[in-house]
Each structure stands twice: as C-alpha cells, then as structure tokens.
C-alpha cells in the first residue's frame, strides 16, 4: 500500500520492485522525505528542494516516525510536504521576510551598512563601480546606480536642513539605497544569495537584479510557487520561475526597457509607452506563446507623479488593439520600486507598486492569481 497519495502522472516505487511507495508522485511535491518499504525494509529518499528553489508558504513538515501506514496520505495537486529535521531550517530560509514596516533612516551608517552588503555581494567590486560612475552631482547615474546614490548621498547626508525628498535626483539616489535595504531585509538569509545576486557585479544589472527579487517576492505572497535559476559564473542576469499554487507551470518574461527608466523620465509619453509595451510583447513572444503561456512583466524606475497610471493606461491601450495576437500572455504587470515621505525628513518609505493586468484576448480561462482582484482592475 503506498504511504502517499498524489496527483503526480507517475509512482515511486521500492527498488526492490514490489511495492508502490507513493502513487500519483510528484517529485517537486515530496522533499527529502525518508520512506521504508514494508515489504523489503529498503528505506528511499525523495529528491530535495532544488537550488534555486523557494519552499512554498502553505509546505508541511512531515515528523520522522515508524509507524506504519494503515492508509495512503492523500496529497491534493499542489500541496508539498517536506522532511522536518536538518533540512527544516534551510528549506525555510529560502522563503522571503517581510520587511520591517518603519520607514529607512538616512544616515551615514545606512549607507554604509548597505555599501557593506554591496561590495560583498558584488566580490568587492563596489570600488571598482564608484570609480566608473559619473560625479555624485550629475543627474544621470551611469551604469551602476547604487554606486552614484552612495556617492550622492554620502555628499548630501548631515547638510543642515537636507532631505531626500526636495530634490528628484536625491531621491532617485535615496530609492536605490532604500531598494537595497529592502533586498537584503526580504532575502539576506537565503543560502544561496552570495550566488544568485552576482549579476549585481554587470553593469546595468542593478535594477533588473532588485526588480527580480521583488518579483519573487511578490509572485510568492500570492500564494504562487517560486524559484531562481542560479546563475552560472559570468552570467548576467537572474531569472526567475513560477507555477500556481495548484502547480500549473506558467511561462515570465521579465524586461527592464530603456524607456522606463529614470534617464528617460522626460521623454514619456503616451505614445512612447504604447510604443514600449507593445514591443516588449513582441519580444517575449520566444518565451511566453499560446504553447508556453504565461505573464510578461516590465520593471520601470521614473518616479514622476502620473507616469505609473499612464503606463497602466497604456498596457490596457495596446491590448485593446491587439491582445488576441498574444493569446498565450495572461497577463502583463508592472514593478515599480517606489519612495514616499514619512513624518521624519531623515526617513524614507519604501515599497514596490505593482500593477497586474489580465489580457482579456487570453486563449482559455485565464490562469493568472496574482493579487486581488482589485489588483487587476
């Protein structure tokens, strides 16, 4: 009789050959649990979590016993038990914290714990980076942004009366560092984080990096299954994978266009944002498609008051004329790193604003449960 019951399309079954140990597995469902076979007492072990993997929030730890099982344990599509004991604590440090919910102070030893934190993510090459960043004054931050904010703010930081909040590029600067803060409180005790975070080291990788964690995060308080695909040495990007909660793989395409982003903030438009979002459905048609459904989503960083609804208003332009050209996208979303005053000027909030919007040309009942509904209105 098997010990477990699932919805997997296949069994595991005893080397030995002659009994089932769980019907219906499967494998990403049933983590490092020890199982003995009654009939030749040869003891199985399921697969682990895999690297890269985030156990999922609803996961259940299964108590070592000896008891032996009268009736299979029915596993319903979705549902992951996992092995309680030494892989307990590790398994659980790959899921996201939630942040503290006070504001950022900005201060000297703000920033210089969050250079901490970058230079050893990045190998120890935050030197390296403020050396080929433009001067903290300039309004563009080249390609490495925390590097600019730290120089800016480290400038700006004590000045009588300063604040973030008087000046766009100071609080762009203040964003960085407090998206920085925000990353390493959601995801610094994550096992593997010295190796997924090495596209920080890329040029250009900084908000793409930040975006993808956030996106994670986000995928993951949805009640979603989420993982990382562990970059190789030299690679520049991370990349993240999700199925839903009932384990239905779905394809993302992350995209990070120039356009919207913080040196373009004066040359949007409703035409221009149109014009991005159609070409990244465009471009993501190689990764999500009717045979590969999934979401789309772009990552923008202008903080300017009506850009975020704009681009909203855009996405639901461009799929009023051509949504059913793309019937295999369920939904393309927006992430969007967000500062906003508190009641002290020395203090910064933080948060991502995330829009999520269902392709009414869908082929099939829309697979997407991100949010709440209101998220997709």
């Not at 695909?229 to 909660?245: D, K, M, N, Q, S």
């Amino acid at each position: 009789m098997p010990v477990f019951a699932g919805a997997g399309s296949g069994d595991l079954i005893c080397r030995c050959g002659n009994s089932i140990l769980i019907a219906g597995y499967a494998p990403q469902n049933v983590l490092a649990i020890r199982i003995r076979c009654f009939r030749c007492g040869a003891v199985t072990t399921t697969p682990g979590l895999p690297a890269g993997e985030i156990l999922p929030g609803d996961a259940a730890a299964v108590v070592k016993t000896e008891v032996p099982m009268l009736s299979p344990r029915a596993l319903p599509a979705g549902s992951v038990l996992f092995a309680q004991g030494v892989a307990t604590r590790a398994y659980a440090l790959t899921r996201p914290r939630d942040p503290p919910a006070e504001p950022m102070l900005v201060s000297p030893a703000t920033l210089e714990s969050a250079a901490a934190d970058y230079d050893r993510l990045t190998g120890g090459a935050l030197q390296a980076h403020i050396a080929a960043t433009p001067s903290a004054m300039e309004p563009w931050h080249g390609d490495y942004p925390f590097a600019w904010s730290l120089l800016r703010l480290r400038e700006q930081v004590g000045k009588p009366d300063w604040s973030w909040l008087y000046q766009n590029d100071d609080a762009m600067a203040a964003m960085h560092i407090a998206s920085m803060h925000h990353f390493m409180a959601c995801w610094g005790e994550h096992p593997l984080l010295d190796r997924l975070a090495l596209p920080l080291a890329a040029p250009g990788q900084f908000l793409r990096t930040m975006g993808t964690f956030a996106v994670a995060k986000l995928l993951y308080d949805a009640g979603n299954r989420v993982g990382f695909t562990v970059p190789a040495t030299g690679e520049i990007e991370l990349r993240c994978h999700f199925t839903t909660a009932a384990g239905e793989p779905l394809s993302l395409a992350l995209q990070s266009p120039d356009a919207l982003q913080w040196r373009e903030r004066e040359r949007w438009n409703p035409t221009v944002l149109a014009t991005v979002v159609t070409q990244a459905l465009a471009a993501a048609h190689g990764q999500v498609n009717s045979r590969r459904p999934g979401i789309v989503i772009l990552t923008a960083s202008i903080l300017q008051p009506g850009f975020d609804q704009a681009l909203v208003d855009s996405i639901h332009a461009v799929f009023r004329s051509i949504s059913r050209r793309h019937r295999g996208v369920a939904a393309v979303a927006v992430v969007v790193p967000k500062v906003f005053p508190v009641a002290q000027l020395d203090r910064v909030g933080f948060g991502y604003g995330f829009y999520p919007l269902r392709n009414p040309g869908f082929a099939g009942e829309n697979p997407i449960r991100i949010g709440s509904a209101a998220d997709f209105s």
